[in-house]
């Protein structure tokens, strides 16, 4: 495993292109289809090809997953290469009321409240669809395997129950390395954007374990939620910083150069402006992998300009 990054350094993020199509300017967001398009992995070359596979019999992620490897191995001591598959839970019944009621309604009224006539979206569950979306990653990851993917080293998951539930849908039973028993580690930092939504406030530790009592639960993680405030909601900026502060950490303590993280719409927004990737919204279940190069660099995390959490605002009717 990496050593922690030190006080007076820090990792500074940018995406490496040509690799996978969400990457390039080129690809529609909306129109992308990450099951069809393997992943979105380029069909392509690589100059570590002649020696890894001169027959050429390997297949493009063997041959991809060399690629990485070597750069890891040939990089310069503070360098360091990583691919995160960064997956987004399935509908949950939040993203039907807001459906339902429209965002302006949703994001001024609803959402402020546990639920309607047809049930309650505090820590929102997966509908029958999400569960049905989580199972569809779940077939795309075993398609892929037969091609010889390169599997997860380590397995993050938000502690909202939307993503513990797509999480285990997505990966359980696949019969791949820490999959059998499924063990995430859930991180309190990896969740959607904190504060007045019920849908977005976190159940107790005590009902996670219960629920989920196979998964990991990091140090230091709190019974209650200490974040969710009910009267006020986080910024776009000031969750682009929790996003910067989580990835200091776990390129600081994990090792390993293929990564799963199971999360949020908001939060997979964040990880992409944190690691400079260009904007590319996912569909609910749907999966997107990027390829980042960290490097260390002297001195303390720069400032960032974050703007206050709000309230929220005022309905119009």
Same mark, same amino acid.
């Given at each position: 495993?990496?050593?922690?990054?030190?006080?007076?350094?820090?990792?500074?993020?940018?995406?490496?292109?040509?690799?996978?199509?969400?990457?390039?300017?080129? /690809? !529609?967001? =909306?129109?992308?289809?990450?099951?069809? #398009?393997?992943?979105?992995?380029?069909?392509?070359?690589? $100059?570590?090809? &002649?020696?890894?596979?001169?027959?050429?019999?390997?297949?493009?992620?063997?041959?991809?997953?060399?690629?990485?490897?070597?750069?890891?191995?040939?990089?310069?001591?503070?360098?360091?290469?990583?691919?995160?598959?960064?997956?987004?839970?399935?509908?949950?019944?939040?993203?039907?009321a807001e459906a339902k009621y429209g965002t302006e309604l949703w994001d001024c009224y609803w959402s402020l409240l546990?639920?309607?006539?047809?049930?309650?979206?505090?820590?929102?569950?997966? /509908? !029958?669809? =999400?569960?049905?979306?989580?199972?569809? #990653?779940?077939?795309?990851?075993?398609?892929?395997?037969? $091609?010889?993917? &390169?599997?997860?080293?380590?397995?993050?998951?938000?502690?909202?129950?939307?993503?513990?539930?797509?999480?285990?849908?997505?990966?359980?039973?696949?019969?791949?390395?820490?999959?059998?028993?499924?063990?995430?580690?859930?991180?309190?930092?990896?969740?959607?954007?904190?504060?007045?939504?019920?849908?977005?406030?976190?159940?107790?530790?005590s009902a996670i374990e219960a629920e989920y009592p196979l998964y990991r639960i990091e140090p230091g993680f709190a019974?209650?939620?200490?974040?969710?405030?009910?009267?006020?909601?986080?910024?776009?900026?000031?969750?682009?910083?929790?996003?910067r502060d989580l990835f200091q950490d776990i390129f600081g303590h994990d090792g390993n150069t293929f990564l799963s993280?199971?999360?949020?719409?908001?939060?997979?927004?964040?990880?992409?402006?944190?690691?400079?990737?260009?904007?590319?919204?996912?569909?609910?279940?749907?999966?997107?992998?990027?390829?980042?190069?960290?490097?260390?660099?002297?001195?303390?995390?720069?400032?960032?300009?974050?703007?206050?959490?709000?309230?929220?605002?005022?309905?119009?009717?």
């Amino acid at each position: 495993m990496a050593e922690s990054t030190p006080a007076e350094s820090h990792w500074r993020f940018s995406i490496v292109p040509g690799y996978f199509l969400q990457s390039e300017p080129t /690809t !529609d967001a =909306g129109s992308f289809d990450y099951v069809a #398009a393997n992943f979105g992995l380029i069909p392509r070359a690589y $100059d570590s090809d &002649p020696k890894f596979d001169p027959d050429g019999k390997k297949t493009q992620w063997e041959r991809f997953e060399y690629q990485v490897r070597k750069l890891n191995r040939e990089a310069e001591p503070d360098t360091t290469y990583k691919v995160l598959f960064l997956g987004r839970h399935g509908q949950g019944y939040h993203n039907v009321a807001e459906a339902k009621y429209g965002t302006e309604l949703w994001d001024c009224y609803w959402s402020l409240l546990d639920g309607d006539e047809n049930g309650t979206w505090v820590d929102a569950r997966l /509908t !029958d669809l =999400g569960i049905a979306q989580a199972k569809t #990653a779940h077939n795309a990851w075993k398609t892929q395997l037969a $091609d010889k993917i &390169p599997t997860p080293e380590t397995y993050y998951v938000s502690p909202l129950n939307r993503c513990l539930a797509t999480a285990y849908h997505t990966f359980s039973g696949l019969g791949i390395p820490l999959t059998d028993p499924f063990r995430p580690l859930i991180k309190e930092l990896l969740r959607e954007t904190i504060g007045q939504h019920t849908c977005d406030g976190r159940s107790s530790k005590s009902a996670i374990e219960a629920e989920y009592p196979l998964y990991r639960i990091e140090p230091g993680f709190a019974e209650t939620d200490p974040l969710y405030d009910a009267r006020l909601r986080e910024s776009d900026s000031a969750r682009d910083k929790r996003f910067r502060d989580l990835f200091q950490d776990i390129f600081g303590h994990d090792g390993n150069t293929f990564l799963s993280l199971t999360a949020h719409s908001g939060a997979i927004t964040s990880m992409l402006v944190v690691t400079g990737h260009r904007p590319f919204a996912l569909e609910t279940g749907g999966v997107i992998p990027i390829f980042v190069k960290a490097e260390k660099v002297a001195g303390a995390l720069p400032p960032m300009e974050v703007e206050p959490w709000f309230p929220p605002p005022a309905c119009k009717n």
